[in-house]
């Protein structure tokens, strides 16, 4: 009898381990990645299918799993940052993401993480970025499989491809 108790707890530890699983698309009920993330909880999954999305600013609070379907595109219209992680255990993997914003004041990045722990950033592929993937004051991060490129022709007026600050 107490197997059978603690079989049941263990199965029910193991169900709530595992988030719902988010669609974002154009004919899904959520349309944006911001709007995905407001409704996620820690834990589940934001399945982004194939498309163009015009976003900025998506600030990641959650310790969510962010995956693209088909290399789904992400545009940031030369605006500003448009990944901001600021949660731990945040995987983000299968985007495109393109045209992010310029300053010479700012630190605009396609991904830029944040006072994070244990984060996987995978298998995307960065355009017309100023910093692809800047990383400040965070540990235990994974990077790897991604294409970084921009069309700068000087260190003076780009970012960098992937820069580290004050990281372990």
Not at 118 to 131: A, G, K, T
């Amino acid at each position: 009898m107490k197997e059978i108790g603690l079989f049941i707890v263990s199965l029910l530890c193991f169900s709530l381990s595992y988030g719902k699983q988010i669609e974002v698309c154009g004919s899904c009920e959520v349309t944006s990645i911001s709007q995905a993330i407001e409704q996620a909880e820690d834990g589940d999954e934001i399945l982004i299918k194939s498309g163009t999305y015009k976003e900025h600013s998506i600030l990641v609070n959650k310790s969510v799993k962010i995956q693209g379907e088909g290399l789904p595109l992400i545009d940031g219209e030369f605006k500003e940052t448009i990944f901001r992680i600021t949660a731990d255990h945040v995987s983000l993997s299968g985007l495109e993401i393109i045209n992010v914003g310029q300053s010479y004041t700012k630190d605009f990045a396609a991904i830029l993480v944040s006072k994070s722990d244990d984060f996987i950033i995978e298998n995307n592929v960065f355009r017309q970025v100023f910093f692809g993937i800047l990383i400040e004051k965070s540990k235990n991060g994974v990077i790897q499989q991604n294409k970084v490129s921009s069309d700068a022709v000087s260190q003076s007026n780009s970012g960098n491809g992937i820069h580290l600050w004050h990281c372990s």
